[in-house]
Nanobody, 122 residues
Framework: QVQLVESGGGLVQAGGSLRLSCAAS????????MGWFRQAPGKEREFVAA????????YYANSVKGRFTISRDNTKNTAYLQMNSLKPEDTAVYYC???????????????WGQGTQVTVSS
């Protein structure tokens, strides 16, 4: 029932910025958490960042810490990923995902968006 739609991907030069959006619909709960993941060609999908809906607690992968910022607007049921100081290594398809519980150490992401391509040129 939950639908997630990512947007904001595109082509950007190294050092530039992009802001990804993830619009959620069909959520019957106000808690839980939202996560951002990415997958580059030939690589496994990796975790990027997560945020809890109620308290806004955040967690980041070390590879993006200090450069990316995850946020959410509860009124709009939308999560964001602000990506600064982009590197070619950040090139990947970025996915947002929804988890029914706020505990970042438990549960699983049951719903996923279609993904949005981010390409960083050198």
């Amino acid at each position: 029932q939950v639908q997630l739609v990512e947007s904001g991907g595109g082509l950007v030069q190294a050092g530039g910025s992009l802001r990804l959006s993830c619009a959620a619909s069909g959520r019957t709960f106000s808690s839980g958490s939202m996560g951002w993941f990415r997958q580059a060609p030939g690589k496994e999908r990796e975790f990027v960042a997560a945020i809890t809906w109620t308290l806004g607690i955040t967690y980041y992968a070390n590879s993006v810490k200090g450069r990316f910022t995850i946020s959410r607007d509860n009124t709009k049921n939308t999560a964001y990923l602000q990506m600064n100081s982009l590197k070619p290594e950040d090139t990947a398809v970025y996915y947002c995902a929804d988890k029914a519980i706020a505990d970042l150490a438990g549960g699983h992401y049951a719903y996923w968006g279609q993904g949005t391509q981010v390409t960083v040129s050198s």
